[in-house]
């Protein structure tokens, strides 16, 4: 009994296969009038896709500019224990900044115009009692702010009323 049920299996099996053999078989052939894209040909189709699909997305924004996302609150007030900055700030840099710290007050400039609706002054040069943003590189900004055991890629901020001071190497 169990022999001839699995030659019945078998059978039906075979029958559907030899089938659909004859039907391919017996199909008018067709012919392909494009040839096959190339891969780079495929990766840029692709692309092309993914971009139309990317700058269709309510997403977008926020996945090119991370600050997109941040939106001042005009009513804020600080804090006791915050420091507010306002149009009397500027950013100060050294007098011959490195090309590094340049870009950074560059996109820090950019941040505040366009999140923050502040616009700053960029000035070079730091005066002895700076009112506003400094970027340094310079380990002036305050006695024992520098840390001897940590890695030469840190960076610090010290912040007091009317000064915020981010020193980095």
């Not at 078989?25 to 780079?40: D, F, G, H, M, Y």
């Not at 269709?56 to 090119?64: K, L, V």
């Not at 923050?116 to 506003?132: F, N, R, S």
């Amino acid at each position: 009994m169990a022999h001839s049920k699995r030659h019945r299996i078998f059978k039906t099996a075979f029958s559907i296969g030899l089938a659909l053999l004859c039907l391919l078989v017996n199909s008018p052939p067709t012919r392909c009038e494009e040839r096959p894209k190339s891969l780079a040909e495929f990766g840029a189709d692709l692309s092309a896709k993914t971009r139309k699909a990317y700058d269709a997305s309510p997403f977008m924004a926020f996945s090119r500019d991370y600050f997109a996302r941040i939106i001042r609150d005009p009513e804020a007030k600080p804090a006791e224990n915050e420091t507010a900055i306002d149009e009397g700030w500027k950013i100060y840099l050294d007098e011959n900044p490195d090309p590094l710290v340049e870009r950074m007050a560059a996109h820090l400039s950019d941040f505040l115009v366009q999140r923050m609706d502040l616009e700053l002054e960029t000035v070079h040069g730091i005066p002895i009692d700076p009112v506003g943003i400094v970027l340094s590189t310079n380990d002036w900004i305050e006695e024992g702010a520098s840390d001897s055991d940590s890695p030469e890629d840190r960076f610090q901020v010290y912040v007091k009323p009317g000064q915020v001071f981010i020193y980095g190497k």
